[in-house]
């Protein structure tokens, strides 16, 4: 498993560290566009299709198209221009896969937006919690037709989001920490608000 560059993006709303100058302006709408459109759109064709179709192979079938152009979208292009992150599976001549982590150099930096950033990171982890829910209620209502449906919408955005958080901060231990120190923050925070008072 290969590993470059981790602290170049802002990450799940992490100010970009330029105080000076905020880079709210989306310099990629039409990526940015697309990032959400192709998963909003799967879930909303998933929530509407028993209402206004009752085949259900054309429902499945426009939901599976809609969740692979989703992930190639966001593992190919809205990854790399909105964030800076890059991920990908290798196999050498030994027939070994190796993972590959990346992200932009810090002088590149001035290339991403926080605006742009927020909206990546925003779809890319609400979409899954949706695919979540969309599993245990398609097991619970046993509509089991539609379970290989929703367990693809799940796996193919989880792994997006498992392969940009994995390229934002690097191994399991880093993965620990950032939860870590995210949680001890969020704390923090709730600490100082009751003291203040009203």
Same mark, same amino acid.
């Given at each position: 498993? *290969?590993?470059?560059?981790?602290?170049?993006?802002?990450?799940?709303?992490?100010?970009?560290?330029?105080?000076? %100058?905020?880079? $709210?302006?989306?310099?990629?709408?039409?990526?940015?566009?697309?990032?959400?459109?192709?998963?909003?759109?799967?879930?909303?064709?998933?929530?509407?299709?028993?209402?206004?179709?009752?085949?259900?192979?054309?429902?499945?079938?426009?939901?599976?198209?809609?969740?692979?152009?989703?992930?190639?979208?966001?593992?190919?292009?809205? /990854?790399?221009?909105?964030? /800076?992150?890059?991920?990908?599976? *290798?196999?050498?001549?030994?027939? #070994? $896969?190796?993972?590959?982590?990346?992200?932009?150099?810090? *002088?590149?930096?001035?290339?991403?937006?926080?605006?742009?950033?927020?909206?990546?990171?925003? /779809?890319?982890?609400?979409?899954?919690?949706?695919?979540? %829910?969309?599993?245990?209620?398609?097991?619970?209502?046993?509509?089991?037709?539609?379970?290989?449906?929703?367990?693809?919408?799940?796996?193919?955005?989880?792994?997006?989001?498992?392969?940009?958080?994995?390229? #934002?901060?690097?191994?399991?231990?880093?993965?620990?920490?950032?939860?870590?120190?995210?949680?001890?923050?969020?704390?923090? #925070?709730?600490?100082? #608000?009751?003291?203040? /008072?009203?």
């Amino acid at each position: 498993m *290969q590993r470059q560059d981790s602290q170049d993006a802002p990450l799940f709303g992490e100010d970009d560290g330029n105080t000076l %100058v905020r880079k $709210s302006n989306i310099r990629h709408p039409v990526v940015s566009f697309f990032h959400l459109f192709f998963r909003t759109s799967a879930i909303l064709v998933y929530l509407l299709c028993d209402m206004f179709s009752s085949r259900f192979i054309a429902c499945m079938v426009t939901i599976i198209l809609l969740l692979s152009c989703d992930f190639w979208t966001v593992k190919n292009v809205s /990854g790399r221009l909105l964030v /800076g992150l890059r991920w990908w599976n *290798q196999v050498d001549e030994d027939g #070994k $896969s190796h993972w590959v982590f990346e992200s932009r150099k810090t *002088q590149s930096l001035n290339t991403t937006s926080g605006a742009e950033s927020r909206i990546f990171w925003l /779809g890319l982890i609400v979409c899954p919690l949706f695919w979540i %829910v969309f599993v245990f209620s398609t097991i619970l209502s046993l509509k089991i037709k539609w379970l290989a449906v929703v367990i693809m919408g799940l796996v193919l955005q989880g792994a997006n989001l498992y392969g940009y958080v994995r390229c #934002k901060v690097g191994g399991k231990s880093n993965l620990r920490n950032m939860a870590k120190n995210y949680f001890t923050v969020e704390i923090f #925070k709730q600490a100082m #608000k009751k003291t203040e /008072g009203p």
